[in-house]
C-alpha cells in the first residue's frame, strides 16, 4: 500500500510541475493607490502619475534624502523603466529577470527568469489582478506576483512577441512562423497599460520604416489577441483607411510609431494613443500630404479598437517632432461644468487639450500659416500648422524652448530660425526644439488638488544641414534592398536646460514655469502633499506644486533618465527612480 501511495504522489507531482501555473487560490492582492501602490508606468491607466501620499509635503520637502540604493551587477540594466510597487514590494526586470525588492530597504527578496528568448531593454513592467507583466523590446512575460512563477498559460509558455501576434492577426498566414518583426522595425518603446483584465500595447518605431504603428489589445489572463488597429492604414482592410488615403503620395505609408503608454477610460469606453512622426524623418518629399494618422492622438473603442476620431497636432512633419509624451487624462472644471480631456504635449512645447469623448478642442487650436519655403528637392510643405490657443483666444505660450536658447556663439546667431523654419539644403539652420528635445517619452503628471497638469521638456536646439543621400534601406513594408533617396542631416546641440511647468487646462494658460540644469527624457510625478518630483542628471527635484519654488535639490550618485515613481512602504512614504543599473529610494529622515 505503501509503495503505491509513493508512486500515486510521484505521478501527482509530475503531472503539477507539467500544469500551467495558475495564481494562487486566493484573491490577487487587490491595488490600493490611496494606500501608496504605484501599479503602472504612470500609475494608473488615466496616465495620472498623481500619488494622493501626502506625508512628504511642502513642509517637510527639504528634509528629503537617500534612503537607500540598489545596484545591480553592470551586466543587468534597468534602462529608462519605472518600476511598480503592489504591498510595499517593488517589481522591475532587466531583460528576463523579474526582481521583487522591499520598499523599504532596497533588498532583493527574490529573483526570476522568464526565458533566454526574452531580450533586454523595455520600459518596465504592469501590474493587474496578482500578475506582474514584465516587459522587454519584443517579449512581455506574466509572472506571479507572489512568488514569481512564470505563468504558463499566458501566452507561449509565459511570454507573447506582441508585434508578431498582432501581425499574425492582422494578415493571417502572410508572415514566415519563425519572422522576426523586429526586423521589420517593431518593438515595444513603453510598458503596456491594464485595464479591466486587458493589456494595451502600444509598438513603435517610426524609424523602422514601419507601415503604420500597432496599437494591441490582449487579454491578461491568456494574451489573445482581442484587437488590433494601425496607426497609419494601409489599404481598405484597415480602419481609417478612407480618412488617410489621400494624405499620403506615392505608394509608402511608413512611420507612425506608438512611444508612449496608451491611456483608457472605461466609462467612455475609450483607448487613447499617441502616434509619433512619419519617415524619412527629414525630407518629406516622398510622402506629400499630410500623413495621417501620425503625430495625432487617436481614440479608440476599448472593446473593438475601431477608430472613434484623431487629432493631428503636425502636419507633415520633417523636424522629427513626434508625440512621444502622454496622453493624459483628466478632468478640469470650466464655466462651471466637469470636462473630461485628453491632454497631449508634442516636441513643440504646446499642450493639445481636447475632449476625450468627441476629439474636440477645448479652447481654440487655430490652423496657422508657416514658412513654406524649401530647397529640398521635391518637398512640398505644409501651409498651416495646427496652433493651440488659450481661453482669451491668444496663443499659448510655449513651456519650453521654441527658440534656440543658451546661444553664446556668435556665429550661431545668425542661424537662429523660428518655429516651423523648413530644413535647407543651401545652409545650416539652427532650430529649437531638437529632435531628442523638448517633451520626449517622459509624461506629465495631473494633479486634482491644484487642477494643473504638470508638463516637462529640454529648452535646446539642433544645427540641420542637409545632403543628398541615396543608400538602401529596410523598407517596413518587408522589401529589403529597396531604394530610395532621403535626406542625412548634421545634429549639434546648444547648451541646454529642462523646463517643469503647470499648465491651467481651464484658462489654457501656464500657470507657472521652473529652469532645472541638465536635461532628462523622464516625465515627473505630482503627489496630494502638492509637490512636483522630478530627476534630472544627478539631483532629484521637488518643487511646490502651487509655485513652481524648487524646495528640494536632492543630490544622487548615479544620473538619472527616467520617470520616477512614488509609493508607501513600512508606514513610510518614498520618491524613486531607477536609472542604468540602479534604482534610488528617497524619503524622509
Excluded at 8 to 17: C, I, N, S
Excluded at 424 to 441: C, M, Q, W, Y
Excluded at 459 to 488: C, R, W
Excluded at 548 to 565: E, N, Y
Aim: aromatic share 8%; net charge neutral.
Amino acid at each position: 500500500m505503501r509503495i503505491r501511495l509513493f508512486a500515486l504522489l510521484a505521478v501527482l507531482a509530475a503531472a503539477a510541475a507539467q500544469a500551467p501555473h495558475i495564481l494562487n487560490a486566493q484573491s490577487p492582492r487587490p491595488v490600493s493607490i490611496e494606500g501608496g501602490d504605484w501599479p503602472m508606468h504612470n500609475l494608473d491607466a488615466r496616465n495620472s502619475r498623481y500619488s494622493p501620499l501626502s506625508l512628504v509635503n511642502t513642509t517637510n520637502a527639504a528634509k528629503l534624502t537617500v534612503k537607500w540604493q540598489l545596484d545591480l551587477p553592470k551586466s543587468v540594466s534597468v534602462g529608462t523603466a519605472t518600476p511598480v510597487v503592489v504591498g510595499g514590494i517593488m517589481y522591475f526586470n532587466s531583460g528576463p529577470d523579474l526582481y521583487a525588492v522591499d520598499g523599504v530597504t532596497g533588498k532583493v527578496l527574490w529573483s526570476k527568469k522568464a526565458g533566454s528568448e526574452f531580450p533586454s531593454g523595455g520600459r518596465g513592467p504592469a501590474y493587474g489582478d496578482g500578475r506582474v507583466y514584465a516587459t522587454g523590446r519584443s517579449i512581455i512575460a506574466a509572472f506571479d506576483a507572489e512568488n514569481g512563477r512564470p505563468i504558463l498559460g499566458f501566452g507561449n509558455g509565459g511570454m507573447i512577441n506582441p508585434a508578431k501576434a498582432a501581425l499574425d492577426f492582422k494578415d493571417p498566414g502572410k508572415h514566415a512562423a519563425d519572422m522576426n518583426p523586429e526586423n521589420l522595425g517593431y518593438f515595444m518603446a513603453s510598458a503596456p497599460s491594464y485595464s479591466n483584465g486587458t493589456l494595451f500595447v502600444g509598438l513603435a518605431s517610426s524609424e523602422g520604416m514601419i507601415a503604420g504603428g500597432l496599437v494591441v489589445a490582449l487579454d491578461g489572463a491568456t494574451g489573445k489577441v482581442k484587437w488590433v488597429f494601425r496607426t497609419v492604414p494601409q489599404g481598405p482592410g484597415d480602419d481609417g483607411w478612407e480618412l488617410v488615403q489621400d494624405t499620403w503620395s506615392g505608394t509608402l505609408r511608413q512611420g507612425g510609431g506608438v512611444w508612449s503608454v496608451p491611456a483608457v477610460d472605461p466609462g467612455l469606453g475609450m483607448v487613447y494613443a499617441n502616434v509619433g512622426n512619419p519617415t524619412t524623418n527629414y525630407d518629406g518629399s516622398q510622402r506629400k500630404g499630410s500623413n495621417l494618422f501620425t503625430n495625432s492622438i487617436v481614440a479608440l473603442d476599448m472593446n473593438t479598437g475601431k477608430l472613434k476620431w484623431h487629432f493631428q497636432t503636425i502636419h507633415h512633419d520633417i523636424w522629427d517632432w513626434d508625440l512621444v509624451s502622454g496622453p493624459t487624462l483628466l478632468d478640469a472644471t470650466i464655466d462651471g461644468k466637469i470636462v473630461k480631456i485628453v491632454a497631449s504635449p508634442p516636441k513643440t512645447c504646446m499642450v493639445y487639450a481636447l475632449n476625450r469623448e468627441t476629439g474636440q478642442p477645448i479652447h481654440p487650436i487655430v490652423e496657422m500659416a508657416v514658412p513654406t519655403k524649401s530647397d529640398v528637392p521635391g518637398e512640398e510643405v505644409y501651409p498651416t500648422q495646427p496652433i493651440p490657443f488659450n481661453a482669451r483666444n491668444v496663443p499659448q505660450s510655449p513651456f519650453c524652448a521654441t527658440y534656440p536658447p543658451g546661444i553664446e556663439d556668435p556665429k550661431l546667431l545668425p542661424l537662429a530660425r523660428p518655429i516651423f523654419t523648413p530644413p535647407s539644403v543651401k545652409a545650416p539652420i539652427l532650430i529649437s526644439p531638437g529632435a531628442t528635445g523638448g517633451p520626449n517619452r517622459g509624461a506629465g503628471s495631473f494633479s486634482p488638488r491644484t487642477g494643473f497638469l504638470y508638463v516637462t521638456g529640454k529648452n535646446d536646439a539642433m544645427l540641420l544641414q542637409s545632403k543628398s543621400v541615396t543608400e538602401p534601406i529596410k523598407s517596413g513594408l518587408g522589401s529589403p534592398g529597396h531604394y530610395q533617396s532621403f535626406t542625412e542631416w548634421k545634429m549639434g546641440m546648444v547648451k541646454a536646460t529642462q523646463s517643469i511647468a503647470a499648465f491651467d487646462p481651464a484658462s489654457g494658460d501656464l500657470a507657472w514655469v521652473a529652469t532645472v540644469p541638465g536635461t532628462t527624457s523622464g516625465g515627473n510625478i505630482a503627489t496630494g502633499g502638492d509637490l512636483v518630483f522630478e530627476a534630472v542628471d544627478k539631483v532629484f527635484y521637488a518643487l511646490d506644486a502651487k509655485t513652481g519654488k524648487r524646495l528640494a535639490d536632492v543630490p544622487m550618485k548615479i544620473s538619472a533618465f527616467s520617470s520616477p515613481l512614488a509609493y508607501m512602504a513600512g508606514g513610510k512614504q518614498f520618491v524613486a527612480v531607477a536609472s542604468g543599473s540602479s534604482v534610488v529610494a528617497i524619503g524622509l529622515p
